[in-house]
């Protein structure tokens, strides 16, 4: 049996694990996290280290062990820390604002667009022209992440449109006379 590559997953002490076959438990400071995992897979807790072994190096066991270890250590730091994405709006008239819960975004539509936060999920809007989407589930604040550029993706033209912190979109040449 190998270890997960040779890197272990540190343990904090302010978080609680409970593993039980096929599924993991992470709590911390932020909430809980739950993520079933295959049974093949052995996840050991000893010393505040976290180890995932697999049973043979097949190639489908050598898969399930990184996403494994990765899913744990997404967990643990979720719990702790928290995940968040930064968005960007470019374009004459384009904004967001926070409307209890959810948000409302003028993107150049003839209606606004209306974003609810699913549970977990919450929005920050610092600036008409910026939105944070917070919490601990890493892959469910990507997803709403995507779905909110989704509503007006950046187009190659004049660049208008919600992108990612940091994104850079290509620009295409217009018409020329």
């Known amino acids: ?5 040779k890197k272990p997953i540190d343990l904090p002490g302010s978080v609680e694990i409970d593993i039980k076959p096929g599924l993991i438990k992470v709590k911390g400071p932020k909430g809980e996290l739950t993520q079933v995992i295959s049974h093949d897979m052995t996840v050991k807790a000893e010393d505040g280290v976290i180890t995932v072994e697999r049973p043979t190096d097949r190639g489908p066991h050598r898969a399930l062990h990184g996403l494994t270890r990765s899913l744990v250590a997404n967990m643990i730091v979720g719990v702790t820390d928290g995940y968040e994405k930064h968005l960007e709006i470019q374009g004459v008239g384009y904004r ?12 150049g539509y003839s209606h606004p667009v209306s974003i609810e936060a699913p549970e977990g999920i919450e929005f920050e809007v610092p600036q008409p022209t910026e939105i944070v989407v917070r919490g601990i589930d890493k892959q469910k604040v990507g997803q709403i992440a995507a779905n909110i550029r989704e509503s007006r993706p950046p187009e190659p033209y004049k660049g208008k449109g919600i992108r990612y912190r940091g994104e850079h979109v290509t620009r295409k040449v217009g018409k020329r006379v």
């Open 1 to 5: 049996m190998s270890r997960i590559g």
């Open 96 to 107: 967001a604002a926070a409307k209890g819960k959810g948000l409302e975004l003028a993107l």
